[in-house]
């Protein structure tokens, strides 16, 4: 075989393993579809990684019939997905199937602190690890989720104030300290965004946005594929939209941000009265279950985030808006008067309606994005010949990488 044939050769065989990466697992017509490659010479790679012991092909139902999905080996490697919200931790295990193998997730106090919660994620990924007879020298990386923007380059937080505590920590250089695996850390609407446009409500649409609504409120926007984080980090922080100009006083410095208007506290105070003292997750629960105080204020909510993100969608013209946090759990009450707000804003084109749909992977879309991150990051070397686990080294910690 001539030099150009053979690296041609092997920028496919990497165009295909980097499109199983994504998704998790296709069908070879599928794989076809997605790489632009001939149904001839996917199946010849398909041939060659299995060989190789880089996939697997594992049997499953596609619209009901019997389908062959490549995904990639399992022996690959593990993944760790972190996500450090405002009133709880979840952990869980992956591998390159984008199939989870464990979870678990530990409530957090208020304003926890960075040493302890990062602690607490570390002795608890060993833990699932244990669970499931596997060790730390199988993991491939861990992806940390955090409700803030973070920088890129470095893995700390880019915005002041928004996480109490956390503003000076180097997220990525201690948890590759506890654990000696590379990590990358990242803006949990960004990774909610990254999981639903590779796996979920989002993977039939090249441009999407993810919306986050939770005790605060952001956005992760996907353009051609890939999450468009900006060059701080800050894109998509729609929860620090100025909304009400006698607004109170935000986090981040700013009057009458969004947050302040739907986020956690915002939303329990006007049931005070009525509803007495309520959490955000009791909130959700009685809207649920038909409240109408309850749902009212989550209505709103809808309508006033619509409001925002409908400034959004003009900017990115996204095909699809997912809409993910605690908040979508209430499903059409919430979504309902947003998908209202957004279509009556945005502009209306002839090519396709803008859908607004829930979150896919529910609460779950986040953890799975940190998963996805690792995996995204991490380079499988198909240009060996056999699958050679090597695990050299202590790795070095980095940023979102990617
Ligand atoms: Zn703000």
Redesign the pocket.
């Known amino acids: 075989m001539s030099g150009s044939q053979s690296s041609l050769r092997e920028a496919n065989r990497a165009l295909i393993v980097e499109t199983v990466k994504r998704h998790g697992g296709l069908t070879q017509v599928e794989l076809a579809a997605a790489t632009g490659l001939s149904a001839a010479t996917v199946s010849t790679i398909v041939k060659e990684l299995l060989g190789g012991g880089f996939v697997d092909i594992q049997v499953t139902t596609r619209s009901g019939r019997r389908a062959q999905l490549v995904t990639l080996a399992r022996r690959v490697g593990l993944a760790v997905g972190i996500q450090v919200g405002h009133r709880h931790l979840r952990v869980v295990l992956g591998d390159f199937t984008h199939e989870v193998v464990a979870d678990q997730t530990l409530p957090l106090p208020t304003d926890h602190r960075s040493d302890t919660t990062l602690d607490r994620a570390a002795l608890l990924v060993i833990e699932l690890l244990e669970r499931v007879g596997s060790s730390i020298d199988e993991v491939v990386g861990i992806g940390i989720g955090v409700p803030a923007p973070v920088d890129e380059g470095t893995g700390m937080l880019s915005v002041r104030g ?1 996480m109490r505590g956390w503003d000076e920590v180097h997220i990525a250089h201690v948890m590759a300290k506890r654990l000696a695996r590379p990590v990358y850390v990242d803006n949990d609407a960004n990774l909610g965004a990254l999981a639903e446009s590779a796996v979920g409500a989002a993977r039939e649409y090249r441009d999407s946005v993810y919306v986050r609504a939770s005790y605060g409120t952001g956005a992760g926007i996907v353009i051609n594929g890939n999450v468009h984080r900006g060059f701080a980090g800050t894109a998509g ?1 729609i ?4 909304v009400d100009p006698q607004g109170d006083i ?5 009057r009458g ?4 208007v739907v986020g956690a506290r915002a939303l329990v105070e006007p049931l005070r009265a009525s509803h007495g003292n309520l959490t955000l997750r009791d909130v959700v629960q009685r809207a649920n279950a038909g409240d109408p105080g309850c749902a009212q204020v989550i209505q709103d909510a809808g309508s006033s985030i619509g409001a925002v993100v409908s400034a959004l969608a003009m900017a990115v013209n996204p095909q699809c808006i997912v809409v993910g946090g605690e908040l979508a759990e209430t499903g059409e009450v919430l979504l309902a008067p947003m998908r209202d707000a957004i279509r009556r804003r945005v502009l209306l084109n002839q090519i396709a309606p803008l859908e607004v749909v829930p979150a896919e992977l529910g609460s779950a879309a986040e953890v799975m994005g940190a998963l996805g991150l690792v995996l995204q990051s991490t380079d499988v070397d198909v240009t060996r010949d056999e699958l050679v686990e090597d695990h050299d080294g202590p790795a070095l910690a980095s940023g979102a990488g990617g």
């Open positions: 928004l922080e929860g620090h939209v100025p935000c986090r981040c410095g700013s941000c969004l947050d302040t």
